[in-house]
């Protein structure tokens, strides 16, 4: 059994750095992962093992990751302008160097090829990880040409400097509207107390998160709707177009070097599907069984909107779904969005979260007051088993703020694996994760109240903490969320249905002034509203992973925003504007999804059938919880994830629950 060592406030003090603290670990960590590197080539062949190639490998990368991860981490949070900008500096220097010290090291691969050559017999993760590491050094480019195995090398380190600032360019984008007093019918009371206001007393409406999207879904006036989404749909401007159109050159011409038909191609062989073929059965498939759906789902908007302006020729704009679903919901059940989330402070969400999550896993969690953080809001967690022994930490960082990373994610800031290779040492690196949101701050005589739709990503993002936090993978590159990219969210996703249960729902809520539960009637009313309009959220969701794969299967780099437009006007029937880009703030597409944005949906297959151990047992069942603890989310990527779910389900996967999810089976 492993023993996880506990941390200090000296452990935390990376919160604090400033530019020099950043430059000098980012200069001593180069350097150890050189001298690292140095030591396992410098071993004779005859006396290569695993523990001084393989094993030493791992943990001189894992040591490196983990400066990397603080300050790419701080990036996308820190408060601090001159942080955020030597970040960015430091993350591309240190992500190029890497790629000559461990990538692109030609004595590096040599010594892994000798270690291979000894034919040592390896099992289980030992052997997985010797085979991925071989693998992924031929899709680096080790068998072509030194010509052209430089280029491929040259380009990675491009495509690393484009995807950063890809990245920084939308979380630095800022805009709001002006809203008038009398442009406030729709919005409530709450709402508006959240809204910073100018000196005329007109509300000020951001393109964050917590004012967009109440504003689009309950805003009555067309006008300031099109006004906010058209600024929405400029995050990261021309530039972030530029730099896209650059990025997909840079992956399609690595992916022909190393004898792929596409980028998707390359891409996809590491993951479930296996191949970019079998994904584009996946999209035929799923689109042709959401066809009747979004049809009809369409024609109700815009039928609504005909019968709301009392013009029986108005079609629907892109500014008008979010809004008419709300109006419809509504009307068809009588529910108000609005209402619903004073039954949901966010303190008392969090805290009935915590108790759920506990009892699945048998754990516990303890804030930890006395630990310093990059921001005042931001909270420190330990997480222990029952019997006491420490497991893991978290850190929240809830709120919205300037320059922060603007959605909603779970960051590994430190990856559990053991730093000791031999049997007699237990020990195991404490996993940190830390979870950033942009949920509504509380503000004087307004709390943080969170919607169902936050309490959902919630629940996901915090699963993705989990997944990370109790990982127990003896490797670094087969620990917590690291698998393959298209299961990655499968582990999540299944915990969304806890938000879906009539008495998770009741031990959620708490009306911030009775502090009463959520009345048993529009607990009914939501469970009935479930499957409402999805066959247009689903088709919306298709629409961003057709849009990904398309950009990497077919030459669109000189028309990616007329791509993204042409299939929004097939699938969905609504029409975009030429000078909108919104492709520019789409933060997946330099951020590790390319060609693989369709593992949300893929994934939701497995999420939907791990689910039904859940359905039969319970959702608090702590037998079938500890089942998942140890079967899914401990084992990481240490064995193929198809493997890990038929161990889970006792049987093959299957697609039924996820068609049934649908209201497709």
């Not at 380009?155 to 484009?162: F, G, H, I, P, W």
């Not at 919630?458 to 903490?465: I, K, P, S």
């Not at 087969?478 to 009741?506: C, H, Y």
């Amino acid at each position: 059994m492993y023993i996880t060592k506990p941390y200090t406030k000296e452990d935390f003090l990376w919160t604090q750095w400033g530019p020099e603290d950043m430059q000098h670990e980012c200069d001593a960590a180069l350097l150890q992962l050189r001298k690292n590197i140095e030591k396992v080539v410098a071993v004779l062949p005859a006396e290569k093992t695993f523990e001084n190639t393989m094993f030493a490998i791992e943990e001189a990368v894992a040591s490196f990751a983990l400066t990397v991860s603080r300050i790419d981490f701080l990036l996308n949070v820190s408060p601090k302008a001159e942080v955020r900008e030597l970040a960015q500096k430091l993350v591309d220097v240190m992500q190029a160097e890497s790629l000559e010290i461990v990538s692109y090291n030609e004595a590096l691969y040599k010594a892994v090829k000798e270690y291979a050559a000894k034919g040592e017999e390896l099992t289980g993760p030992s052997k997985k990880l010797l085979a991925d590491t071989l693998r992924d050094y031929k899709r680096s480019g080790f068998e072509l040409s030194l010509e052209d195995r430089n280029k491929v090398k040259e380009n990675y380190k491009r495509l690393q400097v484009l995807c950063t600032e890809f990245q920084k360019n939308i979380n630095d984008y800022e805009a709001h509207i002006v809203l008038k007093p009398s442009e406030t019918v729709g919005l409530s009371d709450a709402y508006l107390k959240g809204l910073k206001q100018d000196e005329q007393g007109n509300y000020l409406v951001t393109v964050a998160n917590p004012d967009y999207i109440p504003f689009i879904e309950n805003a009555k006036s067309p006008e300031k709707r099109k006004e906010l989404v058209d600024l929405f749909f400029k995050k990261g401007g021309d530039r972030n177009i530029e730099l896209l159109s650059h990025i997909l050159e840079i992956r399609q011409e690595n992916s022909a070097l190393l004898g792929y038909k596409t980028h998707a191609d390359f891409v996809t062989e590491t993951r479930m599907a296996k191949s970019a073929e079998q994904v584009g059965r996946f999209f035929t498939d799923l689109t042709s069984a959401l066809k009747v759906g979004v049809t009809k789902d369409l024609e109700a908007l815009t039928n609504a909107k005909r019968a709301d302006l009392n013009q029986p020729e108005a079609q629907l704009e892109y500014y008008d779904p979010n809004y008419y679903i709300t109006q419809l919901t509504k009307q068809n059940y009588n529910l108000d969005k609005e209402q619903v989330r004073e039954y949901f402070p966010l303190e008392h969400v969090i805290s009935q979260m915590f108790s759920i999550y506990s009892t699945l896993f048998s754990i516990q969690f303890t804030r930890m007051h006395d630990f310093p953080t990059w921001h005042e809001d931001v909270e420190a967690y330990e997480v222990r088993n029952i019997d006491g022994a420490l497991v893991a930490y978290f850190m929240l960082d809830l709120y919205p703020r300037e320059n922060k990373y603007g959605h909603a994610a779970e960051f590994p800031v430190v990856i559990g694996h053991k730093q000791v290779y031999s049997s007699n040492d237990q020990n195991y690196v404490a996993p940190l994760a830390c979870m950033v949101t942009n949920f509504p701050k509380p503000r004087e005589g307004a709390p943080s109240l969170m919607s169902h739709d936050e309490i959902e990503t919630l629940f996901h993002e915090f699963g993705h903490v989990m997944h990370e936090n109790l990982a127990r993978a003896q490797f670094y590159s087969q620990s917590g969320t690291i698998v393959a990219r298209d299961f990655v969210e499968a582990p999540s996703q299944m915990l969304e249905n806890w938000v879906w249960d009539r008495d998770i729902l009741k031990k959620l809520s708490k009306h911030y002034k009775t502090g009463e539960a959520l009345p048993a009637e529009i607990i009914d009313k939501m469970l009935a509203s479930k499957s409402y309009m999805e066959g247009y959220f689903n088709t919306r969701q298709m629409v961003l992973s057709l849009f990904d794969f398309r950009l990497h299967t077919e030459n669109h780099n000189a028309r990616i925003v007329e791509l993204y437009n042409d299939i929004v006007a097939d699938l969905l029937k609504v029409g975009l504007l030429p000078e909108h880009r919104w492709p520019a703030g789409f933060g997946h597409l330099a951020g590790g999804y390319d060609a693989g944005y369709y593992g949300y949906m893929w994934s939701k297959v497995y999420s939907c059938d791990m689910f039904t151990r859940f359905k039969q047992a319970g959702l608090l069942d702590a037998t079938v919880g500890m089942e998942y603890r140890k079967k899914i989310l401990e084992v990481g990527s240490s064995r193929d994830e198809m493997e890990s779910v038929k161990d889970f389900l006792g049987r093959d996967p299957n697609n039924k629950a996820f068609l049934e999810e649908l209201g497709l089976s």
